[in-house]
């Protein structure tokens, strides 16, 4: 006997309308399970929503780089709901054991390993506001299973020998409307040669402030070609900068010294996320070359008695972190006289060349 689903749906396939279970045919292909490549998607909310609630617009996954998955649900409920999204990457030989799922469980950019989504109207539509993330390093055939939790459908994983068959499998999937599953689709091309995480970190600073920070790609004797990248997934939670991302798309360099992506953002104390980077080397390779993700705390002008006079004190000019690129003369410099911008780097991650 089948019902109509209750709470919020995640669809095995575009004719999925919540009738239990599902007999509409592939249950392995759900299009609420967006692979979004190697981009973060500015406004998940607009471009996975409503809008585009009737198409199936995940992208194909990149292997060696890191990817973003968003996850959407529509609230069959009959008033507003919430719930918790989790999102596992599972190779063909884990299919039949979900206690192995969890070993596979993707997180976020926060280190998060749900995402929390909220409907505020009956038939809504809501998208992960963040992204998982995961970094394929196996061709080996996978999918990504989702599930939701609510507060009137837990949603559990099942214990290992319930499911011993592909085809009690697909009957669990299909019974299960709050439950998604979709085949990877795995495409080896532009593999950079390196790739490394930066910790962006303001939990120490003082809660309850905002604070002004450089941040950006400094390189140094790379052949103009050669491209760099860099991307988070969590946007900044609050103030002037709410919203935006920490993301530079594939750029490649012109020049053999300088900066890319390099911008000022207000980010709140609290805010911590992994940036991804990446270099993409263009023969010949230089001597000596290096790459350098770095954020700098930008001090601003403070009273001579304020509380934080000491951090002033154990300020110097931007220009003399020895960042490349990151000179005197560099036009973002320019917000004070003769470029003395006073400032503290909250760190760097560095790529050197032997």
């Known amino acids: 006997m089948s019902t109509k689903w209750n709470d919020i749906l995640i669809r095995k396939a575009l004719n999925d309308t919540g009738i239990t279970p599902y007999t509409g045919g592939t249950w392995t292909n759900s299009p609420d399970i967006i692979p979004n490549g190697i981009s973060v998607e500015p406004h998940p909310q607009q471009a996975f929503g409503a809008k585009t609630y009737n198409a199936d617009v995940g992208k194909p996954t990149i292997f060696m780089q890191q990817n973003y998955f968003y996850v959407r649900g529509k609230n069959l409920s009959s008033g507003a709901d919430s719930g918790k999204i989790y999102l596992y990457y599972c190779p063909q030989n884990l299919f039949l054991f979900p206690s192995l799922w969890s070993k596979n469980q993707l997180k976020t950019s926060s280190n998060q390993d749900y995402v929390q989504v909220v409907a505020n109207d009956v038939n809504e539509v809501t998208v992960t506001p963040e992204p998982f993330t995961f970094l394929p390093t196996s061709e080996i055939h996978s999918c990504l299973i989702t599930r939701i939790s609510t507060a009137n459908h837990p949603n559990p994983l099942p214990p290992d020998g319930e499911i ?85 798309p594939p750029t490649p360099v012109d020049q053999s010294d300088g900066s890319l992506g390099t911008s000022y953002l207000t980010i709140p104390a609290g805010f911590k996320t992994s940036v991804s980077f990446t270099y993409t080397a263009k023969p010949p390779i230089q001597q000596d070359w290096s790459v350098q993700f770095f954020a700098i705390y930008v001090l601003p002008h403070i009273a001579s008695n304020s509380d934080e006079h000491t951090v002033h004190d154990l300020a110097i000019p931007v220009h003399e972190h020895g960042i490349p690129g990151l ?24 790529l050197i060349g032997q």
Do not use: C
């Not at 068959?165 to 091309?189: E, F």
């Open 327 to 350: 000179d005197i003369h560099h036009p973002l410099l320019r917000l004070a006289s003769n470029g003395i911008v006073p400032s503290i780097k909250l760190g760097d991650v560095s």
């Open 164 to 248: 011993s068959t592909m085809a009690q499998l697909a009957s669990y999937i299909a019974s299960h409307p709050n439950m998604g599953w979709r085949n990877v689709t795995l495409v080896n091309k532009g593999i950079p040669t390196y790739t490394d995480h930066f910790t962006l970190d303001t939990t120490s600073l003082r809660p309850g402030t905002e604070y002004q920070f450089l941040i950006g790609l400094s390189y140094k004797g790379l052949t103009p070609g050669s491209i760099l990248a860099f991307s988070s997934g969590t946007p900044i939670p609050s103030g002037p900068d709410k919203g935006r991302i920490i993301q530079l």
